[in-house]
């Protein structure tokens, strides 16, 4: 796209002068300027592939796994090493958290990768929409590298303090801090527009009328369907307020979503179980019955899990990091079994 291409040649002269207030200003501006060209609120179809849903799917996994790690990583520096300019030789600092967090990036980075450039799993999606594939691809192959110089330095920063070198050399410490949090302004804009692109191209959800179909094997599918499509769409709700939260939050409205989150579930899973399925449309059922159903409820227990200890407050930063990166993990396995279910559901076409 043509404001993709000239952002990214405006992007390379502004990281240069990135620290000087009215270059930040104009960064901060033209971030506002390519939002409002590339309006989230436009569709390029009014329905969405199975094949198209697959492939929009797998790169919002990306957003999200990248995101919740760099993030992780820049919180936990951030509530270490408050103030640099206050670090002496005596100072007691661990790393573990970040350290863990960046060595979980550092794996999902290098996977990511391949599964991109060495013939995996990214290079094989099928999509029809050729624009989606173009934008979605074009965002993935500019957010790497940002990521990349990301990990550079946080590694050296995570190794200054672990290696207990700041004991030996204070001096670099203000630089280092310095270097880490421009790298990180560098890698969230990028994913700023990613994310616009992901916006962009969200599949719209269709709830169809079971009742609208006379054939009883055609109004399976459609149940199973519009069970999957609710369920995902409550999820993510969930995500969107989950993954704002930090230790010592409030989780009440939290707990009240993931609350409202499983009795869409439930609702949806009595539909599914109690619907009248031939010999030719069992599988189905069965797909999501053992499949999808036992990841959502996986979710839900270790999300409620999480949850309850933070509401006790028995939570230090290393146990709080780790338990949201669980809960993430269990999400992407949902959305990974939505995927799946819907591929399965799919498979059989005498509806329309």
């Not at 009014?46 to 094949?51: D, I, R």
């Not at 599964?115 to 691809?137: I, Q, R, W």
């Not at 030719?280 to 979710?299: A, G, I, L, R």
């Not at 995927?339 to 559901?345: D, F, G, V």
């Amino acid at each position: 796209m043509n404001n993709i291409k000239f952002f990214t040649s405006v992007f390379v002269m502004i990281t240069v002068l990135l620290s000087c207030s009215f270059w930040e200003k104009m960064f901060s501006e033209l971030k506002e300027e390519i939002g409002k060209e590339e309006s989230p609120d436009e569709k390029t179809n009014e329905t969405t592939s199975l094949q198209d849903i697959i492939f929009y799917n797998k790169y919002l996994e990306i957003s999200r796994n990248i995101s919740s790690a760099v993030d992780n990583i820049q919180k936990g520096y951030l509530s270490i090493i408050p103030d640099p300019k206050k670090v002496n030789r005596n100072s007691f600092i661990m790393m573990i958290g970040p350290e863990i967090q960046l060595g979980f990036l550092e794996t999902t980075l290098k996977n990511y990768k391949r599964a991109f450039y060495d013939d995996g799993e990214l290079s094989k999606l099928e999509v029809d929409n050729s624009s989606m594939e173009h934008d979605l691809e074009e965002s993935f192959e500019k957010l790497i590298p940002a990521v990349e110089d990301y990990v550079k330095t946080a590694r050296k920063v995570v190794n200054y303090y672990k290696d207990n070198e700041y004991k030996n050399n204070l001096s670099k410490a203000v630089q280092y801090d310095a270097e880490i949090k421009q790298k990180y302004e560098e890698y969230e804009f990028l994913l700023d527009v990613y994310t616009e692109m992901l916006n962009k191209y969200k599949p719209e959800i269709v709830i169809r009328n079971p009742d609208d179909y006379t054939d009883p094997d055609e109004k399976v599918v459609i149940i199973i369907q519009n069970a999957l499509e609710k369920t995902s769409n409550k999820a993510e709700s969930f995500h969107e307020m989950f993954k704002d939260i930090n230790n010592g939050s409030d989780v009440a409205p939290v707990i009240e979503e993931l609350s409202e989150f499983e009795k869409t579930f439930k609702a949806e899973q009595d539909k599914v179980m109690s619907a009248e399925y031939s010999e030719v449309t069992k599988y189905m059922k069965y797909s999501f019955e053992d499949y999808f159903s036992k990841t959502v409820k996986d979710f839900i227990t270790q999300t409620d899990k999480f949850l309850d200890s933070m509401k006790r407050g028995k939570l230090n930063d290393l146990e709080f990091k780790t338990g949201y990166d669980i809960v993430i993990l269990y999400y992407n396995l949902m959305v990974t079994a939505y995927n799946s279910t819907l591929i399965t559901i799919n498979s059989f076409q005498t509806y329309k």
